[in-house]
């Protein structure tokens, strides 16, 4: 990601109402808010490290490390992959006193709930989107999980 796409998307970032946006590039990710009193937004990069922007330009932070990837990215998926929609926190079964919704071996239909993302005080059923068997269930619950992060791994009927 250049500097050019960084100033384009802080750009739409500005004019667009919300409040905090998250991109993941060539294993850069850079994270904008708005906040306080400020009108611009400010560019936070989740990176430690990174390269200093010549004197006279606008400084917009680059990362310069390799983006760290989580355990579940390691794994090698086999079967169908269900992942999140969304941004929240994951839980297996409708309440904390109720059984899970499926478990490692359980048959499921298309269109069964697997289980649930709570986003912004919102409960969001996650159905399966194939007949298949649950093989894996690669979050743990309660945790929180990202956009498009892998959830379940079906073997498919």
């Known amino acids: 990601m250049d500097i050019a796409e960084i100033?384009?998307?802080?750009?739409l970032f500005e004019s667009s109402t919300l409040s905090e946006m998250e991109l993941e590039k060539e294993g850069q990710r850079v994270l904008l808010r708005k906040g306080g009193g400020h009108?611009?937004?400010?560019?936070?990069?989740?990176?430690?490290?990174f390269e200093e922007a010549p004197a006279g330009q606008d400084s917009v932070p680059e990362?310069?490390?390799?983006?760290?990837?989580?355990?579940v990215e390691d794994i090698t998926l086999t079967g169908h992959v269900i992942p999140s929609p969304m941004v929240g926190t994951f839980f297996r079964a409708p309440s904390p006193t109720s059984p899970p919704y499926v478990d490692v071996g359980d048959h499921v239909r298309k269109?069964?709930?697997?289980?649930?993302?709570e986003a912004m005080k919102l409960m969001n059923e996650i159905e399966s989107d194939i007949d298949g068997k649950i093989t894996r269930i690669l979050q743990e619950n309660g945790k929180p999980v990202e956009y498009g992060q892998p959830l379940f791994e079906i073997s498919p009927a």
């Open 111 to 117: 269109g069964q709930v697997l289980c649930l993302v």
């Open 63 to 71: 990362p310069a490390a390799e983006a760290k990837h989580s355990a």
């Open 7 to 11: 100033k384009k998307l802080i750009k």
């Open 39 to 49: 009108h611009a937004p400010a560019p936070v990069a989740r990176q430690d490290t």
